[in-house]
């Protein structure tokens, strides 16, 4: 970095607060609505969880942010830019500032752990250099220092179907982080982990949400977990959101009202009635 | 369902199976009455024949007299073979790249894939090499480019379903993270197909040393043109001494494939 600081939240003026803006997103795949008029606006560093029923929408909204779902109308502003508006380089650039965090690690099995995290990096480079895999040194330093704070030294070279199912989700992590994003998004990452591991991911999700400064939108359909690390919570309903507001304020009702009625057999133990 | 229900259900398969095989019977003996074979008088002959060929197909000192020019004749078809192999397997390669669902490249370029692939498989690799005699005469260029026709069509075939049956999720990852297209195949798609596609060309260039012989015959090359020769000059040791060369080479081949097979999975 040069000796001015180049953007907003580095200099003294006004930070520019909202990182992503959502506006009446709508997405219906061939007559069927998946999501219907969905507004959110999601600060730069927030922790934010999105819960619902299985088929809510929950994953269809993640998406569209990132545009791996093309939305049927609506207008998405991340980091200041129209990310509807985005030629296909645009659209490429502007993923390489979202990280993406899947239920089901999608990594490449066969390779290492290494090279499934600077496949992080692919989005930064030109096709040529990209196609024979030629990351720079402090690339390679960045990936080892990750993988450190993540607690997988010893599977750096270590083949991904050798791994544990905490440990790829762990290297899912890795390779979002090495991107630099401003936002991370996490579909269901603790979906297929057994509770230990479940917890080690969330505690990682919340840490680097702290110290980085990354803003995270995850989702997850455990309401307790949700409401144990979350600043906020998103609730959708039939593709509608139902509720957005502090974890606090997320009551027995509430979550009735998201899930529907079969929602007394969920754990809300911990929540107010 | 009842269990009456099952009983009935399990009787009409049965009943099914027996009027198939019923249908296969009548097929072949009806085949054989059209076609005048007497399956008696084919197996009479057998004995006839190996007594024959005890007597006449075996190599005898003017065979071994051959036998350089036969390993010659040999290497030039296991060449040709090796070579007609290994283009076809690099342009299916990218063919398959091109064409898959997985890759989508593009909707127009996996049509126009499908097609050369069935066009190439479903043409026999002896209709190809009568077609390119009639252009090319009686050379090399005519058998490697019918091996080559047949074998992009096979292999194109296989590797699209390969890679068409590989993962999408590293692919979905990839691409979220802003990926270009080329750098995306190679890292998410390549290193997970890369075995099963190393071990399709084994299987085609063993099918390809067998099928370069019979084409060999035809464009008047290779160790097939050797074998004719012999066999129409009544040399019948020095054919048999060729036919066992082709039959060790083949199996030298499958074991050698079988071993880098192997040593890849």
Redesign the interface.
Known sequence: MGPYPRDAEVSLGPPVSNLLEIHNLSKDYRGTAALTDVSLTVKKGEFVAVIGRSGAGKSTLLRCINRMVEPSSGRIVFDGQDMLLATRRGLRSLRTRIGMVFQHYNLVPRLTVAENVLHGRLGFKSSWAGLLGLYSVSEKRRAWELLVQLGLEAQVHQRCDLLSGGQKQRVGIARALIQDPRLILCDEPIASLDPGSAKVIMDHLRRIAGESGITIVINLHQVDVAAKYADRIVGIREGRIEYDGSPKKLNKKVVQQIYGSQSDDLLVGELAE | MTGEAIVVAFRRRQRWAVLGLALVAAVTLGSAVVAQFDFLDGAAAFPKAFAWMAANFVPDARAWHNFPNILTRLGETVVVSIMATTVAALVSFLLALLGSRTTRFHPAASAVVRAVASLGRNIPVVAWAMIFLLAFGQTFLTGFLALFIESMGFLTRSYLETVDEA?A??V?????????????V???VV??VLPALASWMLFMLETNIRSATLVGLLTGTGIGFLFDLYYKSLNYPSAALTTLAIVVAVLLLEGLSNVLRRSIL
């Open positions: 993962s999720a590293p979905e990852a990839l691409r979220a993270a802003g990926t270009p297209w080329a750098p995306l190679a890292h998410a290193p997970s």
